[in-house]
């Protein structure tokens, strides 16, 4: 049984939870709170937790030997159990503030004992040696994926495609003993990926000495989640990855752009998605005083907070939307300081169609703290940016024509080993057909100086800071590639030509409109419109 079957047959489980009046936004709480108990079992069984974490009483063993009403009850009293530390007669059962996190206030709103059973038997039917074999974590998230692609809503709002995360982190390359941070952790996709980086450069840890392996069980990463459900499930997705963290887990309830986040420590990576959108009622959600620049842009707010968290030499890859990269205003003052204060060395303009969020434009930027000479340096750190277009004649990607890995490769090969971004760099890489398409050099500003035209179709290029400054203003919207779909502006027609074809299809459809107001019977309505549309016209002859 494959890794897609596997979590094809957990997804099939939701039809169970719909048939017991359970909508969309509720499906994977609802089948997670069970799965976890599973997993930690299955885990338990392979050896790969040395302790069962769960309480005597709350596990996997004293739910699927029971059936009916008493399986119901004895499940609504695990919940309880875990979510309080208490058994039915108030007695301490367990102590673990993780555990006591990852279930705190849950409850199933299951109703029919046989839909629990269904539930109950579909879980132990599984395949589980294979799960293991890519891990229980793994397995998880593949079921995190599923819920952000089919359901209309939710988990897109804190899911980040797989291939986009584990693509920004080869290119930063974390490394074991560094702190690793996600101040907008969701479901903790980039601190699990980091951490199975982490494990595969060293034999699952096995290099380490002890020392070191307890740091990078419970020191290495942090996150912050804002929203209670999505932090349980990001807690349950670290500690199945074997990610246990300090006394409140890997990922801490609380506002990164408050005072959970100006209480971090400085970290040596940083990645991140930020929420997209500005702060409800102005800038209430937005309590720092410790950012130099005010906004209700939440995106502008993360971003200051990012490279001002991050250590001299540290280095962060963020997913930012478009507006980040050209609003004036405060926007030019962050980018300014940004480019100032870091070396951003390089901009990854993403595809649309790839998040939750239809239509929306985003970007990676990377960049280290200080300069590619001194990491202490803290004023003029930018010298050259390098962007790779992936936007400009690319599909609009989605579930027919899914985003992978196999797009971020060309990227990756021009990025190079450097994570600081300092590799050896060559303008001109022409993947996916970018210069089978025409274009004039000299439409742009950012094809003007272009010496080889191959460049000017080329999807990796440099441009100087001082080129930025001076001729965008320090804008970071910098695109060349021209879009086959485009109109070239030169040779469309006369805007009074343009014009009156408007308004001749405008009056040939207002003429079928009201043809067939006529046969539907609705003269006097058809009249009305014509006297209305008359006085509109200033006596115009109809």
């Given at each position: 049984?494959?890794?897609n079957?596997?979590?094809q047959?957990l ?7 719909r048939?017991?009046?359970?909508n969309?936004?509720d499906?994977v ?11 930690v079992?299955?885990?338990?069984e392979?050896?790969?937790l040395?302790?069962h974490p769960?309480?005597?009483?709350c596990?996997?063993?004293d739910?699927n030997?029971k059936d ?5 009850e ?10 309080t ?14 555990i006591t ?8 709103r ?7 059973r269904q ?9 589980w040696f ?8 793994d397995?998880?998230?593949?079921l ?8 209309k ?6 899911f ?5 995360i ?8 974390p490394q ?6 996600d101040p907008?952790?969701?479901?903790a996709g980039?601190?699990t990926?980091a951490?199975q980086?982490?494990k595969?450069?060293t034999d699952?840890?096995a ?11 419970n ?7 804002l929203?209670?459900g ?6 349950m ?12 887990g ?7 752009l408050?005072?959970a986040g ?9 990645l991140?998605?930020?929420p997209?959108?500005t702060s409800?009622g102005?800038d ?9 620049y005010?906004?209700?842009n939440?995106?502008?707010a993360?971003l ?17 939307p478009?507006?980040v ?16 204060k870091c ?22 930027l990377?960049f280290?703290k200080g300069s590619?000479a001194?990491?202490?340096?803290d ?9 790779y277009?992936?936007?400009t004649?690319?599909p609009s ?6 985003f992978g ?6 990227f990756?090969?021009v990025?190079?080993?450097d ?19 025409a274009?004039d050099?000299?439409a742009?500003?950012e094809?003007?100086?272009v010496?080889?035209d ?14 930025i400054?001076?001729t965008k203003g320090d804008s ?13 502006a030169?040779?469309l027609p006369e ?11 405008l009056v ?21 419109q014509?006297?209305?549309l ?7 002859k109809?």
């Amino acid at each position: 049984m494959t890794h897609n079957d596997i979590v094809q047959k957990l997804w099939n489980l939701c039809d169970v939870l719909r048939d017991d009046g359970i909508n969309y936004s509720d499906y994977v709480t609802e089948l997670v709170l069970l799965l976890f108990i599973k997993m930690v079992h299955e885990n338990t069984e392979a050896g790969t937790l040395k302790k069962h974490p769960l309480p005597e009483g709350c596990r996997w063993t004293d739910l699927n030997s029971k059936d009916g009403q008493n399986l119901l009850e004895t499940y609504k009293r695990i919940l309880l159990a875990l979510s309080t530390g208490k058994d039915s007669q108030g007695n301490q059962i367990h102590n673990d503030p993780l555990i006591t996190a990852v279930y705190a206030d849950a409850q199933t709103r299951l109703r029919e004992p046989r839909h629990l059973r269904q539930m109950v038997v579909a879980l132990d039917q599984i395949d589980w040696f294979s799960a293991q074999q890519d891990g229980l974590g793994d397995l998880y998230e593949g079921l995190m994926e599923k819920n952000a692609n089919e359901t209309k809503s939710g988990a897109g709002q804190y899911f980040t495609p797989r291939a986009l995360i584990n693509s920004m982190v080869r290119c930063l390359k974390p490394q074991h003993s560094e702190i690793i941070q996600d101040p907008a952790a969701g479901t903790a996709g980039f601190l699990t990926a980091a951490d199975q980086y982490i494990k595969e450069h060293t034999d699952g840890l096995a290099d380490l000495d002890a020392p070191q392996q307890l740091f990078q069980q419970n020191k290495a990463f942090v996150g912050i989640e804002l929203v209670p459900g999505t932090r349980r499930l990001a807690l349950m997705n670290c500690l199945l990855h074997g990610m246990e963290g300090d006394d409140e887990g890997v990922v801490h309830l609380g506002n990164a752009l408050g005072q959970a986040g100006a209480s971090l420590a400085k970290a040596d990576v940083i990645l991140a998605n930020p929420p997209f959108g500005t702060s409800k009622g102005g800038d209430a959600s937005i309590t720092r005083d410790d950012l130099t620049y005010k906004t209700s842009n939440k995106q502008l707010a993360f971003l200051q907070h990012i490279y001002r968290n991050l250590k001299p030499g540290g280095r962060a890859a963020v997913v930012l939307p478009d507006n980040v990269l050209f609003e004036a205003g405060v926007g030019t003052d962050v980018r300014h300081d940004l480019m100032d204060k870091c070396n951003l060395h390089t901009i990854l303009r993403l595809p649309t169609g790839i998040f939750y969020a239809q239509g929306v434009k985003t970007n990676v930027l990377f960049f280290t703290k200080g300069s590619a000479a001194d990491k202490y340096q803290d004023t003029g750190c930018t010298e050259n940016i390098w962007i790779y277009d992936l936007r400009t004649n690319m599909p609009s990607f989605g579930k027919r024509t899914p985003f992978g890995e196999q797009h971020l490769k060309p990227f990756e090969a021009v990025f190079g080993d450097d994570s600081n971004g300092q590799s050896k760099r060559q303008e001109g890489e022409w993947s996916f057909n970018a210069e089978e398409i025409a274009v004039d050099t000299d439409a742009t500003e950012e094809n003007q100086n272009v010496s080889d035209d191959r460049l000017a179709k080329s999807r990796w290029r440099c441009f100087s800071r001082e080129w930025i400054r001076d001729t965008k203003g320090d804008s970071l919207d910098i695109s060349w590639l021209k879009d086959k779909d485009s109109v070239d502006a030169a040779n469309l027609p006369e805007p009074s030509v343009l014009a009156g074809e408007a308004m001749s299809e405008l009056v040939q459809a207002m003429g079928e409109l009201d043809s067939l107001m006529r046969e539907l019977g609705a003269e006097e309505e058809a009249d009305g419109q014509r006297v209305l549309l008359k006085e509109v016209m200033g006596g115009v002859k109809q």
